[in-house]
């Protein structure tokens, strides 16, 4: 079961990790071809910085899976090295409980977010709803809480290699 779970979790983590890498190619490309919209062509397209706003989010939301599970999101690092292997543990669950309730509210007030977002539209791209734009927070929680749970499985403390 453990092995079948941790098998998944990388999977949806390395998927939530190829859509916040497209997202951040997406942004950059939006931010160049604005640039050249803007000073080159000298006929701005408004509708560029929207997306980009959009993607910035959901790039933010679909790549924090993948910190929670290098163990770099939430990082109590000197009091996990001064502690004894049990107290280690007991760490590890404590972490979890506290990123899976903040992840838990994410989840559930970005949902109520979303659903409130349906009748707001994108300024310069009035046929999409907002919706989709805080949609992110409810996708991205919920592949957090998975990342989550595959720490606290499988523990990596990459904190140290991920924050060079």
């Known amino acids: 079961m453990k092995h079948s ?3 998944f979790e990388r999977l949806s983590t390395g998927l939530a ?3 916040a890498c497209a997202m951040m190619a997406i942004s950059a490309s939006l931010g160049m071809f604005q640039i050249i919209m803007r000073f080159v062509i000298e006929a701005p397209a408004e ?3 929207v997306l980009i706003r959009f993607s910035l989010i959901w790039m933010v939301f679909m790549g924090i899976p993948m910190a929670f599970r290098q163990g770099a999101m939430v990082s109590v690092d000197v009091l996990y090295r001064w502690s004894p292997a049990r107290v280690r543990r007991v760490l590890d669950w404590v972490v979890c409980l506290a990123a899976l309730t903040l992840i838990a509210i ?3 007030w970005g949902w109520d977010y979303a659903q409130r977002g349906k009748v707001q539209t994108m300024a310069g791209l ?5 919706f989709w734009a805080y949609l992110a927070m409810p996708v991205g929680g919920v592949f957090s809480v998975i990342s989550i749970i595959g720490n606290l499985l499988d523990p990596q403390r990459l904190e140290l290699e991920t924050a060079l």
């Open 5 to 7: 779970f941790l098998a």
């Open 17 to 19: 990790l190829v859509v």
């Open 47 to 49: 509708w560029t910085e």
């Open 106 to 108: 994410i989840i559930w």
């Open 126 to 130: 009035e046929s999409i709803s907002m």
